[in-house]
């Protein structure tokens, strides 16, 4: 039971600090149990590597990423650093401090700005360890590569082995918790009869904090081996956009009491409202329980409401242009969302066997899609 319990993606989400503090922990005790067992030189190294490539990662994705590009430039870094301790002739022993600047001043120019400019810094690292103060001790050099080696795998091995962390489960209870805010928003907007205590510039500022979250993401997510590049990047450029919009519907204020008349008077368009707010809801839901993206959103009919939009005019007589502009940023939102569940419907690995059968034991499948509080299942103990 407490098996099972450990091995459940809702919990490893829940309380991702605490078990990360946790593997930390464990892998710099078993760093330092292999160092003093085999009696291995400058240990200290080691020690260094495996926290360096776990770092502040909770997730495997991140960890494979860092800890590739880590061996990456340990490696060649190590590698050049040998060839010129051993093949600088001791007359010319100059070379080896000019070589070395060359190295890394180019390792640096080919990873300006690029992702793997963690592996360029790894290679300067490793480089400069190896060559040390210029006292070519092969023997030192040699024992320094492989500390960093050692511990680096070592991070790798233990994030993978103990309490696994996955960024794409991560991806997805960020997603389904944004979802949920902005359910939570657009039907705040569309109720008379909203919650007096929902803090909307709170929700706002925490749905724009995932989606940089979920951008930082990308790289850990594709190491998965899950879902591509392309695909995070239209899931996260969607949500942006929904956000966007539904900002836009928040900050809508009419100057005259006959903009907002017409829209009172536009019979239909609240149901349509609650219809959009609650399919996303459930979209929310199924994301976070792993089933089949099933929901559909119906787009909105806007012919019906075209005569109190188009001829709108004021006490004045003026023109007014608030309720079309109203009615397209409601059509753009269900646009929007009906092409983000198409996207998230054409993902085959989406789905999760895995996180269903968790799912009704943590009580997920006992809410109703949208109802709100089923997003507190995906929410951190930190």
Known sequence: MILARLRDPYFSHRHRRK???LRVALALCVTYAVTELFAIQHSGWALVSTVM????????????DKGRQR?????????WGLLLITAAPLPWSGLVPLGTLLAIALGTWMTFGKRYGYAGLMFAISLLLVVGNG???LGVA???SFDVLLGTLIGIGVTVAVLPHKATDMLRFMLADNLDR???????????????????RELLKACSGLLVKQRGMVDAIHREGRLRRGELDDIISLQRRMLSTVELLLETHWNTRAGHDRIDAMRGLRDQQHTLARGIGT?????????PVEVRVAPFELQRHAGLAADAHGEDGRALFSPSGYLWLNRELARLSGELIERLGGLERLPSQRLRRRASRNGLLDRRAGEGPAHQQGQPDD
């Not at 770092?55 to 495997?60: A, F, Q, R, S, V």
């Not at 061996?71 to 870094?77: C, I, K, P, S």
């Not at 979209?283 to 089933?291: D, I, N, P, S």
């Open 19 to 21: 078990l990360h503090v």
């Open 53 to 64: 490539v776990m770092g502040n990662l909770p997730h495997i994705g991140g960890v494979l």
């Open 71 to 79: 061996l990456l430039g340990t490696l060649l870094g190590a590698a």
């Open 135 to 137: 006292n070519q001790d």
């Open 142 to 144: 040699l024992w320094r």
């Open 182 to 200: 902005l359910a939570r928003l657009y039907h705040a907007h569309t109720s008379a009869t909203a919650a007096p205590d929902l803090d909307t």
């Open 283 to 291: 979209l929310a839901f199924q994301v976070r329980t792993g089933h």
